[in-house]
């Protein structure tokens, strides 16, 4: 009886699953602008968020933390325009100061429309970060500030908190530098007065 020889059996390839056949992902190459404009806005974050949001609620808003969002959100977008790094925080500061005074007026008609008022200011709850921007010592002087007209608010805030000079002052405004020194001037004499009132 003569034995069979084994012969090895030729199997035909085995085709690999279609996710195993593409091209491996490779990411594409960034656009330059792309990666100039996510490293500006970064560094604009890590130096500027703290004082934008700072800002932000000093000017009232009830909402600071997502004013300051939508600012850089905004800067984001409009990056392109920008001529540079200075340029963009001036853009920031003055984008934070219209998307509060839109969210303040916003919200004033919206409390003459609503059938239940809503809370007074000092039973709303704050946020932590508003919390942790007021210090007790300060506590009566923003109360104050806050009973300002909006634009003497926010001239106070951008000269005396950021420091800013007139003519910066007037560009976040939106005004010239003659309604900077008037708003400032009466500002500065309201909250003295209301200061005092309450010794």
Not at 189 to 196: D, H, I, R, V
């Amino acid at each position: 009886m003569r034995r069979r020889q084994n012969t090895p059996v030729t199997l035909p390839p085995v085709p690999a699953p279609a996710a195993a056949q593409a091209e491996p992902l490779v990411p594409a190459v960034s656009d330059p602008d792309d990666v100039e404009r996510e490293a500006g806005v970064a560094r604009l974050f890590e130096v500027h968020y703290s004082s934008m949001l700072r800002l932000a609620v000093l000017l009232g808003a009830d909402d600071p933390e997502n004013v300051v969002a939508e600012a850089y959100y905004q800067i984001y977008r409009k990056w392109r325009r920008l001529r540079d790094a200075a340029a963009a925080e001036a853009y920031l500061r003055s984008t934070v100061c219209n998307l509060t005074r839109m969210r303040i007026r916003h919200l004033q008609v919206a409390r003459r429309h609503e059938e239940n008022p809503p809370n007074p200011p000092d039973e709303a709850v704050a946020s932590a970060e508003h919390a942790a921007l007021l210090r007790d010592d300060q506590r009566v002087l923003i109360d104050a500030l806050q009973q300002l007209p909006p634009r003497q608010r926010e001239a106070l805030v951008l000269r005396h908190w950021l420091g800013l000079k007139e003519s910066e002052i007037a560009a976040a405004m939106g005004i010239s530098g003659g309604s900077v020194k008037t708003h400032t001037a009466r500002g500065l004499a309201a909250l003295t007065q209301a200061m005092e009132a309450r010794r």
